[in-house]
């Protein structure tokens, strides 16, 4: 079952923007995910945030985690067209390491 | 980090034939899993390929129809067994290192259609 909504399903920017997206979770959670998959490929990791920090970054990449509402939100700042891209968060799904994944966010960045 | 491959990165099937896939990591894991992600959709976890013994499936997956192996730290197979149209799909392996915080590594994925 997803655990993770994400909102919006779907972005489009321009090259320079910044893009935001949001997950919201169900359960309690000790870390949360990011990731990011290019079109017909694997996943990348791109951050973890535990639950006892409420902002991390890394490069152009600021996460976010409100464990109150039970959300998170990735900021990518000046997008690239690179960046194009589904992002994904996961939670832990219970034992032995499982992730559930949300629903993702289709970013597009045009140049 | 890790890195993943899979063999093979796509295949074109008929239905009622099965196929293997192979997910190779370069370096010792601990946990290795097999996700299903359908066309625009996100992932499904399928099973938690246990080193030495039986796979844990996930509801709605069970070993008949995805058998799994795992060898070793580093090696494990999935086969898609008497497949029909609806298994096309993206098969991905992914693996988490020895210590925590289970972060995975996903493999480039294995992209499937049976006709």
């Known amino acids: 079952s997803q655990q993770g909504e994400e909102d919006p399903q779907a972005l489009s920017i321009q090259e320079g923007e910044n893009a935001t997206m949001n997950c919201s979770y169900k359960?309690?959670?000790?870390?949360l995910q990011w990731y990011r998959q290019n079109s017909g490929r694997g996943l990348v990791h791109l951050i973890l945030?535990?639950?006892?920090?409420r902002e991390k970054h890394s490069g152009r990449l600021r996460v976010t985690l409100d464990t109150s509402k039970k959300s998170s939100s990735l900021l990518i700042t000046a997008s690239r067209a690179a960046d194009t891209a589904s992002y994904f968060c996961?939670?832990?799904?219970?034992?032995?390491?499982?992730?559930?994944f949300g629903q993702g966010t289709e970013l597009s960045v045009k140049p | 980090s890790a890195v993943i491959s899979q063999k093979p990165s796509r295949d074109i099937c008929q239905r009622g034939t099965s196929l293997t896939i192979q997910c190779q990591v370069d370096?010792?894991?601990?946990?290795m899993f097999w996700y299903r992600q359908q066309p625009g959709q996100s992932l499904t976890l399928i099973a938690t390929?246990?080193?030495?013994?039986?796979?844990?499936?996930e509801s709605g997956f069970v070993i008949d129809k995805f058998p799994i192996s795992r060898p070793n730290l580093t090696f494990s197979t999935l086969t898609v067994s008497n497949m029909s149209p609806e298994d096309s799909s993206i098969y991905l392996c992914?693996?988490?290192?020895?210590?925590?915080?289970?972060?995975?590594?996903f493999g480039p994925g294995t992209r499937l259609t049976v006709t």
């Open positions: 992914s693996a988490s290192p020895l210590a925590g915080p289970y972060e995975q590594y």
């Open positions: 370096s010792q894991v601990t946990m």
């Open positions: 945030i535990r639950s006892n920090e």
């Open positions: 359960t309690s959670i000790n870390n």
């Open positions: 996961a939670t832990p799904g219970g034992q032995g390491g499982k992730l559930i």
């Open positions: 390929a246990n080193q030495g013994s039986e796979a844990t499936y």
